[in-house]
């Protein structure tokens, strides 16, 4: 019902920037807050950054001053410029919505499938 698509990761070198994107599709009433999570390995997921419907953003302390999440609402896309990136960064990136269903009552969850950020130093 619905996709979230990530695009954006790869690899990079120390001090280097990427941005990600995650479009979301399907049957799609409503988009509330949004999100990007990271899960390295042999570590649990964590939140990277969030923002809400009207914009309003929060981050981890670890990507404070570095990472900025936006979003693009007429094309349900949310989107993660992430600069002066360090080894510590490299981790699978999770994108997450919020979303209300056109058939449904409640919003539910969604989550994309991840993409690769592999930094070197």
């Known amino acids: 019902q619905v996709q979230l698509v990530e695009s954006g990761g790869g690899s990079v070198q120390a001090g280097g920037s990427l941005r990600l994107s995650c479009a979301a599709s399907?049957?799609?009433?409503?988009?509330?807050?949004m999100g990007w999570y990271r899960q390295a390995p042999g570590k649990q997921r964590e939140l990277v950054a969030a923002i809400s419907s009207g914009s309003s953003t929060n981050y981890a302390d670890s990507v404070k001053g570095r990472f900025t999440i936006s979003r693009d609402n007429a094309k349900k896309t949310v989107y993660l410029e992430m600069n002066s990136l360090n080894p510590e960064d490299t981790a699978v990136y999770y994108c997450?919505?919020?979303?209300?269903?056109?058939?449904?009552?409640?919003?539910?969850?969604?989550w994309g499938q991840g993409t690769q950020v592999t930094v070197s130093s």
């Open positions: 997450k919505a919020r979303v209300l269903l056109q058939q449904g009552i409640y919003y539910t969850d969604y």
């Open positions: 399907g049957s799609i009433l409503s988009l509330n807050g």
